[in-house]
């Protein structure tokens, strides 16, 4: 299983999409939330967890979706537990963050 990242700038700002390969085009509904996988906002490349991580740390903002996704956001510091949400029981964070 590989992670997929793409990068997002938009007004200056950076923000990093990260997805588990494995869920890209697919289509997730619960309670009146969607999860949208099939655009191409997460068709990223596949990279290693290291540049991941580096992308994610100099960014302003990170989206991320599935487990590994979640996992590696979470030990890179840019999101806390709190801020995940399942959908149909698939894991996704959205992060901001002011750079110093």
């Given at each position: 299983m590989s992670l997929l990242a793409k990068v997002h700038k938009k007004d200056k700002k950076t923000i990093v999409a990260v997805c588990d390969s494995e869920l890209i085009g697919k289509v997730f509904d619960e309670n009146k939330v969607q999860l949208d996988?099939?655009?191409?906002?997460?068709?990223?490349?596949?990279?290693?967890?290291?540049?991941?991580?580096?992308?994610?740390r100099n960014a302003d903002g990170v989206n991320l979706v599935g487990e590994?996704?979640?996992?590696?956001?979470?030990?890179?510091?840019?999101?806390?537990?709190?801020?995940?949400?399942?959908?149909?029981?698939?894991?996704?964070?959205?992060?901001?963050?002011?750079?110093?």
């Open positions: 996988l099939r655009g191409d906002f997460y068709k990223g490349e596949e990279k290693s967890q290291e540049e991941i991580g580096d992308l994610m590994k996704a979640i996992e590696l956001g979470l030990s890179e510091g840019v999101i806390e537990k709190s801020q995940v949400v399942k959908v149909k029981g698939i894991p996704h964070a959205q992060g901001t963050f002011v750079q110093e």
